[in-house]
């Protein structure tokens, strides 16, 4: 599954995108027709396109997160969360990523180690690591 999350813009006219053409897209070009061009003020805005885990690989790695930091039970942690925001410390951050070892029956790279930073991060090199192993 992918997600394409960025700001929104309003057209007062139509415009199409065919699926296709979402790959290696690197400039969008619009045409108008009618009387008027419509006026256009885009705030810079992020792109960013994310392939998710499965919901319960983000559920567990939630949980060994929550563990591993010793976070109460009820403690916010969500595919979202950075592991910095939540007190993990480059220690704690190497330990979380050993307890996703064991618990996934995985071997994460020192490279691909350093650079996990969220929980959905964490989730998605698991699966990626799966599919691979499979």
């Known amino acids: 599954m992918a997600s394409i999350t960025t700001s929104s813009v309003f057209f007062p006219v139509s415009c199409s995108l065919k699926q296709n053409q979402?790959?290696?897209l690197k400039m969008v070009s619009l045409s108008f027709t009618g009387n008027s061009f419509p006026s256009l003020r885009l705030q810079p805005s992020r792109f960013r396109v994310a392939c998710a885990a499965k919901p319960e690989t983000v559920e567990k790695v939630c949980e060994i997160v929550r563990k591993q930091l010793a976070l109460p039970a009820d403690?916010?942690?969500t595919g979202e969360s950075k592991f910095a925001s939540l007190g993990a410390d480059s220690?704690?951050?190497v330990e979380i990523?050993?307890?996703l070892e064991e618990e996934f029956g995985i071997s994460v790279e020192e490279e691909s180690a350093q650079t996990i930073t969220t929980v959905q991060e964490a989730a998605d090199m698991?699966?990626?690591l799966k599919a691979k192993k499979a």
């Open 22 to 24: 979402v790959s290696n």
């Open 75 to 77: 403690s916010a942690v």
């Open 91 to 93: 220690l704690d951050t």
């Open 97 to 99: 990523v050993m307890g």
């Open 126 to 128: 698991i699966e990626n």
